[in-house]
């Protein structure tokens, strides 16, 4: 009988549609509108790539080991660098880091022994050229310029 | 609609358009087949006489491509297998290298993985659930669900910075401590999923259209199961209690209180309430092990160049899809000599036309959808 009752009136099909209708509440709403928003992400994002001067200085932290050059799987980092005759150390020439190939699965980063690389929070890497994708060592240390993006 | 038998046409063709037969080809850019799979079917009519699955549309050897890394680098790359359970594949290739090594996990490294694999079985079994309503015709379903999957991924993203190819663990442990807010995160996406489960199956179970397109479709029962080597959902839902998390414990699963639901016929909509109930029970794992969350290490002793013995490995865990293998054989230098993936998806796929044959196209959709294939671990 009751099963006859719900032949008639439906009513599992109406507990599901009375399911789908209290969702739509304003307050369960939870598209981000993301170019006009720009949702935040979180502390440890792997994003774009950075190479990290001293605060003050402005001189590079980097050390020129090559340790993330090994690390990378996928052998996109390039370091060069060339020996200072008067500090007997290695000085940073060139830094190359291709972001087409690369997939921020952050073994550069943990290499690292002096924290000069780091992923950092910005995500759109989007550019007109294949070139464009490949970032020297200035693009590195100054990071994307921020788009804003309307419409 | 499963009944039918499978008849040979009675009257022989004279012409082709007096054949009944017609193969079609569905795939590999059909919406339902879940990415890049080919099903060729012979069909009779609506009824399908019998199945061919044509794949490596996706493929891109992620085997090969071991040879030429070190056990470090290739990490990332098992997280694109299934990528839909990067955490997953990630333990099963950790846990490889191992025991190749012979090396300890500490005990809290242990606890955070559970936590992070069961967090990723809800994830998939969300995007598994969402997809397959979709796929029979039932819209709401997919939006509510990566709504949850989403509050997921938030974790994932927090604690390890990716959301869907995560790298999360490292070979004898983790690379990141648990963030302040992971284990009220966690247990808060507990609490949600239990209330969000009920809406699931407020729009599903008792509908009387889902559970017309999925009883008595796509049935294997549990002989065939074994004899297909089909593992996950798939055998649990004919009735085996077969889950290696309980068969032999991996990651202090032994620790943990929980339950393998099964179900006896093995159709679609078992197989349904079999992922529902083991979301169910990851929630109580996950409460278990945030609680007795032990402090210490999360790195054993493993050196910064890993450099195994000769020898081999395999590991098996329970991916949320099934048994996924890991099988590393090692020369004793930097890169693995071999390493060969047993994708629970793939030995899974090769059951479809079993339970293919004799039912309707339309439930052809229904059943790739439940088998819950990733093309990415099928291909590789
Ligand atoms: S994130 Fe990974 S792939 Fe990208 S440069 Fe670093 S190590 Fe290479
Ligand atoms: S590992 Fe760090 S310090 Fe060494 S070359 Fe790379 S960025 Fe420079």
Redesign the interface.
């Given at each position: 009988m009751a099963n006859l009752i719900n032949t008639f009136l439906l009513t599992?099909?109406l507990?599901?549609l009375?399911?789908?209708f209290k969702?739509q509440k304003p307050s369960k709403v939870?598209t981000e509108q993301y170019p006009l928003n720009r949702p935040p992400?979180?502390?440890?994002?792997?994003g774009a790539p950075r190479l990290n001067t001293h605060p003050e200085t402005s001189e590079t932290l980097c050390i020129s080991c090559n340790l993330c050059a090994l690390?990378?799987?996928e052998q996109l980092i390039v370091v060069t660098s060339e020996r200072n005759p008067e500090t007997k150390r290695k000085d940073l020439t060139t830094f190359t880091y291709d972001v087409s190939r690369c997939?921020?699965?952050?073994?550069c980063e943990?290499a690292c022994p002096v924290d000069a690389l780091e992923?950092t929070q910005d995500f759109e890497l989007a550019t007109y050229t294949r070139e464009g994708q490949i970032w020297d060592r200035q693009m590195l240390e100054e990071g994307p310029l921020p788009v804003r993006y309307t419409h | 609609m499963a009944e039918t038998t499978l008849a040979p046409p009675e009257v022989q063709a004279e012409t082709l358009l007096d054949s009944n037969e017609l193969v079609l080809n569905m795939g590999p850019q059909h919406p339902s087949t879940h990415g890049v799979l080919r099903v060729i079917l012979k069909l009779d009519g609506e009824t399908v006489l019998g199945t061919d699955c044509v794949i490596g549309y996706l493929h891109r050897g992620v085997e090969k491509i071991a040879e030429n890394r070190t056990f470090q680098q290739f990490a990332p790359y098992v997280d694109r297998m299934d990528y839909v359970a990067a955490v997953s594949n990630g333990l099963g290739y950790c846990m490889a290298v191992e025991k190749l090594l012979d090396a300890e996990v500490p005990p809290r490294a242990q606890a955070v993985r559970v936590i992070l694999t069961e967090l990723n079985r809800i994830a998939s079994h969300l995007l598994w659930l969402g997809t397959h309503a979709l796929d029979i015709g039932a819209i709401t379903p997919v939006f509510l669900c990566f709504r949850e999957r989403e509050e997921v991924l938030k974790i994932f993203e927090n604690y390890c910075g990716a959301r869907l190819t995560t790298h999360a663990f490292r070979i004898g442990g983790l690379q990141y401590e648990t963030y302040d807010t992971f284990e009220k995160q966690c247990l808060d996406l507990c609490d949600l999923m239990e209330q969000k489960l009920k809406e699931y199956h407020d729009l599903l179970t008792g509908n009387r259209i889902w559970v017309r397109r999925t009883k008595g479709v796509g049935i294997l029962n549990a002989a065939d199961c074994k004899d297909y080597g089909v593992t996950g959902p798939l055998i649990r839902a004919a009735g085996i209690e077969w889950d290696l998390r309980k068969a032999q414990p991996y990651c202090g699963y032994e620790n943990y209180d929980f339950d393998i639901p099964t179900a006896e016929t093995g159709d679609t909509f078992d197989r349904y309430m079999v992922r529902m109930e083991e979301m169910v029970q990851s929630c109580r794992i996950i409460r278990q092990a945030v609680d007795a969350l032990p402090e210490g290490p999360i790195k054993g002793k493993v050196g910064k160049v890993i450099k195994p013995p000769p020898g081999e490995a395999y590991v098996s865990i329970e991916a949320p899809k099934g048994e996924l293998g890991y099988y590393i054989v090692s020369d004793g230098s930097l890169n693995p000599y071999r390493v060969r993936v047993r994708p629970p998806s793939f030995v899974n796929l090769g059951a479809l036309d079993k339970m293919c044959r004799g039912s309707l196209v339309a439930d052809v959709v229904a059943i790739i959808g439940t088998i819950d294939i990733v093309l990415g671990e099928v291909d590789r």
């Amino acid at each position: 009988m009751a099963n006859l009752i719900n032949t008639f009136l439906l009513t599992d099909l109406l507990k599901g549609l009375w399911t789908t209708f209290k969702n739509q509440k304003p307050s369960k709403v939870v598209t981000e509108q993301y170019p006009l928003n720009r949702p935040p992400v979180a502390e440890r994002y792997r994003g774009a790539p950075r190479l990290n001067t001293h605060p003050e200085t402005s001189e590079t932290l980097c050390i020129s080991c090559n340790l993330c050059a090994l690390a990378c799987p996928e052998q996109l980092i390039v370091v060069t660098s060339e020996r200072n005759p008067e500090t007997k150390r290695k000085d940073l020439t060139t830094f190359t880091y291709d972001v087409s190939r690369c997939m921020f699965c952050g073994l550069c980063e943990d290499a690292c022994p002096v924290d000069a690389l780091e992923l950092t929070q910005d995500f759109e890497l989007a550019t007109y050229t294949r070139e464009g994708q490949i970032w020297d060592r200035q693009m590195l240390e100054e990071g994307p310029l921020p788009v804003r993006y309307t419409h | 609609m499963a009944e039918t038998t499978l008849a040979p046409p009675e009257v022989q063709a004279e012409t082709l358009l007096d054949s009944n037969e017609l193969v079609l080809n569905m795939g590999p850019q059909h919406p339902s087949t879940h990415g890049v799979l080919r099903v060729i079917l012979k069909l009779d009519g609506e009824t399908v006489l019998g199945t061919d699955c044509v794949i490596g549309y996706l493929h891109r050897g992620v085997e090969k491509i071991a040879e030429n890394r070190t056990f470090q680098q290739f990490a990332p790359y098992v997280d694109r297998m299934d990528y839909v359970a990067a955490v997953s594949n990630g333990l099963g290739y950790c846990m490889a290298v191992e025991k190749l090594l012979d090396a300890e996990v500490p005990p809290r490294a242990q606890a955070v993985r559970v936590i992070l694999t069961e967090l990723n079985r809800i994830a998939s079994h969300l995007l598994w659930l969402g997809t397959h309503a979709l796929d029979i015709g039932a819209i709401t379903p997919v939006f509510l669900c990566f709504r949850e999957r989403e509050e997921v991924l938030k974790i994932f993203e927090n604690y390890c910075g990716a959301r869907l190819t995560t790298h999360a663990f490292r070979i004898g442990g983790l690379q990141y401590e648990t963030y302040d807010t992971f284990e009220k995160q966690c247990l808060d996406l507990c609490d949600l999923m239990e209330q969000k489960l009920k809406e699931y199956h407020d729009l599903l179970t008792g509908n009387r259209i889902w559970v017309r397109r999925t009883k008595g479709v796509g049935i294997l029962n549990a002989a065939d199961c074994k004899d297909y080597g089909v593992t996950g959902p798939l055998i649990r839902a004919a009735g085996i209690e077969w889950d290696l998390r309980k068969a032999q414990p991996y990651c202090g699963y032994e620790n943990y209180d929980f339950d393998i639901p099964t179900a006896e016929t093995g159709d679609t909509f078992d197989r349904y309430m079999v992922r529902m109930e083991e979301m169910v029970q990851s929630c109580r794992i996950i409460r278990q092990a945030v609680d007795a969350l032990p402090e210490g290490p999360i790195k054993g002793k493993v050196g910064k160049v890993i450099k195994p013995p000769p020898g081999e490995a395999y590991v098996s865990i329970e991916a949320p899809k099934g048994e996924l293998g890991y099988y590393i054989v090692s020369d004793g230098s930097l890169n693995p000599y071999r390493v060969r993936v047993r994708p629970p998806s793939f030995v899974n796929l090769g059951a479809l036309d079993k339970m293919c044959r004799g039912s309707l196209v339309a439930d052809v959709v229904a059943i790739i959808g439940t088998i819950d294939i990733v093309l990415g671990e099928v291909d590789r």
